[in-house]
């Protein structure tokens, strides 16, 4: 879920196994949602949005689930690698409401080889 | 980072010193965005520019001012820097308002 702290909350996997990253979001207007993956040092990378008319859409090895009624958001991580160890966030945004996107704080993926 | 180069990388400052950091794009994307990231918040946009000296205010713009003269290029302006602006700042691209956004690498400021 995401971090209310300074402190962000960390999901350890072992390498194969799947994750599940998850995200409560604030807006029960939000229409659009982004999951970005931000490696230390680095700038966020884009991995897959998905808008409200769907409940869910899949990437390669990723797949985001929406629930509207419960405004949440799952980022499901297949096969989990080493590689895919960073600090995961979605992003809302309510459709013509300017170009406000608000962040969450984001999860820290830890892989355990 | 999808054609998008923010300089300086690194920068040390002192308090009440102009600071300006450049973004710098080769997508041609109409939208430009400044946000800063700090420990315990998420990306807090700053400024936004929508086309060539179009900008308007994000949610943090207080302390900041922004320039787009061309296409490709957006500037942020710190008139003079104060400790709280101490950040690692991200420019952003995006092709619509309500599309996705692209990030680049980031420049940290630190500002004694």
């Known amino acids: 879920g995401e971090s209310v702290g300074l402190h962000l909350p960390t999901l350890s996997v072992q390498e194969g196994d799947n994750s599940i990253i998850n995200c409560a979001y604030s807006?029960?207007?939000?229409?659009?949602f982004i999951w970005y993956k931000q490696e230390s040092g680095k700038g966020p990378q884009f991995i897959i949005d998905?808008?409200?008319?769907?409940d869910k859409r899949q990437g390669q090895r990723v797949t985001v689930l929406l629930n509207k009624t419960v405004k949440h958001l799952s980022l499901q991580i297949a096969a989990t690698q080493p590689g895919d160890s960073a600090v995961y966030f979605c992003a809302e945004k309510v459709t013509g409401g300017g170009n406000k996107l608000t962040f969450g704080t984001g999860t820290q993926l830890k892989v355990e080889l | 980072d999808a054609g998008i180069t923010q300089s300086p990388r690194h920068k040390v400052t002192e308090t009440g010193t102009p600071v300006t950091l450049r973004c710098h794009q080769t997508?041609?994307?109409?939208?430009m965005y400044w946000y800063r990231q700090d420990p315990g918040h998420g990306l807090r946009l700053i400024h936004y520019s929508y086309g060539v000296k179009d900008t308007d205010k994000g949610e943090v713009s207080d302390g900041y001012s922004v320039s787009r003269s061309k296409t490709e290029d957006f500037l942020l302006t710190l008139e003079s820097a104060t400790s709280s602006q101490t950040s690692v700042y991200f420019c952003?691209?995006?092709?619509?308002?309500?599309?996705?956004?692209?990030f680049g690498s980031g420049t940290q400021l630190s500002v004694l």
């Open positions: 952003a691209i995006s092709t619509g308002s309500n599309e996705k956004l692209f």
């Open positions: 807006n029960s207007a939000s229409d659009y």
């Open positions: 997508e041609n994307h109409r939208y």
């Open positions: 998905i808008r409200s008319n769907m």
